[in-house]
Nanobody, 124 residues
Framework: QVQLVESGGGLVQAGDSLRLSCAASGRTFRRNGMGWFRQAPGKEREFVAAINWNNGGTYYADSVKGRFTIFRDGAKNTVYLQMNTLKPEDTAVYYC?????????????????WGQGTQVSVSS
């Protein structure tokens, strides 16, 4: 059983920063890529950022490019999402995901493992 546990969410004001963490545990699995997605109330889950676990290559949604940074720590089996200059429209539940088959992708269908999510709320 593979587990992904997110942490770091909270309530902040517009312009503030937050760092989300996603720790992987459980049985060893071949991990090629990891990603962050988010889901706002009444909306579909959307792609935020992805990272190639092996070479560190990254990919971002246009809406967060230049404000968010995804990075990993292999020793800690953890992927992070540094979120700067937060906006009210960034309010959502943020989910971590891992893919055993795809190195980097913005398509949620490519991810086999998902965390439970962490709430990020940004007030204006």
């Amino acid at each position: 059983q593979v587990q992904l546990v997110e942490s770091g969410g909270g309530l902040v004001q517009a312009g503030d920063s937050l760092r989300l963490s996603c720790a992987a545990s459980g049985r060893t699995f071949r991990r090629n890529g990891m990603g962050w997605f988010r889901q706002a109330p009444g909306k579909e889950r959307e792609f935020v950022a992805a990272i190639n676990w092996n070479n560190g290559g990254t990919y971002y949604a246009d809406s967060v490019k230049g404000r968010f940074t995804i990075f990993r720590d292999g020793a800690k089996n953890t992927v992070y999402l540094q979120m700067n200059t937060l906006k009210p429209e960034d309010t959502a539940v943020y989910y971590c995901a891992a893919s055993a088959t795809v190195s980097i992708s913005g398509d949620r269908q490519d991810y086999e493992y998902w965390g439970q999510g962490t709430q990020v709320s940004v007030s204006s």
